[in-house]
């Protein structure tokens, strides 16, 4: 699987993004789907998953009720919506790949990785 992750950039506080992750290569919708971020001097972390159906969906805390996590198998493509932007969260966001679901989710359930995409919230 082939991971594209696009629609970073510089927005300020208190604002929006759609992130987008296109995907190739297999069968997309056998795929978990997850975002991750890493922030400056910062470890990766999770931020948000959901299951190869759609139904299943898992927030980070630092992200819930301001982030929304879909997918569109026709067209191969996985989003993560952030509302209500905070400087915190400013960091490169990838996302990922894996066969299995599992809710709250590690780096290393993950199969497939994007390249990333930059996410800056001046205050």
């Known amino acids: 699987v082939q991971l594209q992750a696009s629609g970073g950039g510089l927005v300020q506080a208190g604002g929006s993004l759609r992130l987008s992750c296109a995907a190739s290569g297999r069968t997309f919708s056998r795929y978990a789907m997850g975002w991750f971020r890493q922030g400056p001097g910062k470890n990766r972390e999770f931020v948000a998953a959901?299951?190869?159906?759609?139904?299943?969906?898992y927030y980070a805390d630092s992200v819930k009720g301001r982030s929304t996590i879909s997918r569109d198998i026709a067209k191969d493509t996985v989003y993560l919506q952030l509302n209500s932007l905070k400087p915190e969260d400013t960091a490169v966001y990838y996302c990922?790949?894996?066969?299995?679901?599992?809710?709250?989710?590690?780096?290393?359930?993950?199969?497939?990785w994007g390249q990333g995409t930059q996410v800056t919230v001046s205050s």
């Open positions: 959901i299951s190869g159906s759609g139904e299943g969906r």
């Open positions: 990922a790949a894996a066969r299995y679901y599992s809710g709250p989710s590690t780096s290393s359930d993950y199969d497939y």
